[in-house]
């Protein structure tokens, strides 16, 4: 069985080319997938003859809502979203001044096993596909009647884990006539997988690079990272350093600050001198409550303080706001399997 939604709009019609389904039959095709229905029933303008001749061969993977939450702070949307094997996902819809953004997740759990991060307490389930990415997108446009224009793959898993099959996402995401998301308006986060963001950077996409920092130093990013295990600090700002020079584009850290662990006057001075020079920006977060986890968040004095020293040398840095506290939809707190109440 095929996914038929993970094809571009080219391979789709080559596809059924090739089965003598007519090229105007795949463009219909084509404008219901981009519709977001996941079933050829749905597709009304078909001869119900096709219809059953596609489900024989093609499948459309999406996701579903199981649950949805709204946070009574800032109105931020968290959805539990069920795919089709049964597992279940989340992925968070944000309100900006500019406009919509959606944090996606790209695996069913994550391999990463950081420690202040609830999605990888249960390991990683298996990957996303390309049609699964792109239907959280549709789906929750769909449900609150609104157009997403940008996403962070930020959500449940390590993108450049799921290396092809996001690649692909991306490729889908931005052609005409369905979801139309440019890459600038992408931001694909990586704890830090040296060898995908070297070959990632041969393509010179102009989507942000997001690196989940989290600490100056291999001893400290070790307390809270197992991959600081397969590569250092200083292998990863390289690898950081000549993607930059090579796309031009700002690489965005992320580091979420845990109090008495990365906090101090001395971490925020040598975060400075490892960053100087480099084409980035600092996001300082806020680090958020995880049951099972012992880190604990810093004091806003504290964040305040390692902001000024970042600024005086240089760097240009901001503090994350925090979105979706009450409904545990801030960094860090998805999960695989949440299909509690909050």
Known sequence: MIDIKSLEKEELQAQLQKQNIPAFRAKQIASWLDKGVLSFGEMKNL??????????????????????????????VKYLFSLSDGEVIESVLMKYKHGWSQCLSTQVGCRMGCTFCATGMEGCKRDL???????????????????????????????LDNYENV????????????????????????????????????????????????????AIRLQLMPIAKKW?????????????????????????????INDSKECAMEL????????CHVNLIP??????????????????????????????VTVRRTLGADINASCGQLRRGDREEI
């Open 129 to 159: 596909l390309p049609s699964e990415m792109l239907s959280q997108i549709e789906v929750a446009q769909k449900d609150n009647d609104i157009r997403v224009s940008s996403i962070v793959l930020m959500g449940m898993g390590e993108p």
């Open 47 to 76: 001869p119900k003859d096709l219809q059953e001749t596609l489900a024989k061969q093609y499948v459309i993977p999406g996701v579903a809502i199981e649950k949805k939450y709204v946070s009574k702070i800032d109105g931020t």
């Open 272 to 279: 400075a001198e490892q960053l100087k020079g480099m084409l």
């Open 167 to 218: 690649l692909r996402f991306l490729e889908l995401l931005s052609e005409e006539g369905g979801v139309h998301i440019g890459m600038r308006h992408v931001s694909l986060s990586t704890c830090g997988l040296v060898d995908k963001i070297k070959e990632l950077q041969q393509l010179n996409l102009q989507l942000t690079l997001s690196v989940s920092l989290h600490a100056p130093n291999d």
């Open 232 to 260: 250092s600090v200083e292998e990863l700002l390289a690898a950081c350093r000549e993607y930059a020079k090579t796309t031009s584009r700002r690489i965005s850290f992320e580091y979420a600050m845990f109090d008495g």
């Open 287 to 316: 680090g958020n409550t995880v049951a099972g986890s012992r880190t604990k968040r810093s004091s806003a004095s504290r964040l305040k303080e390692f902001q000024t020293i970042l600024d005086s040398k240089g760097i240009p």
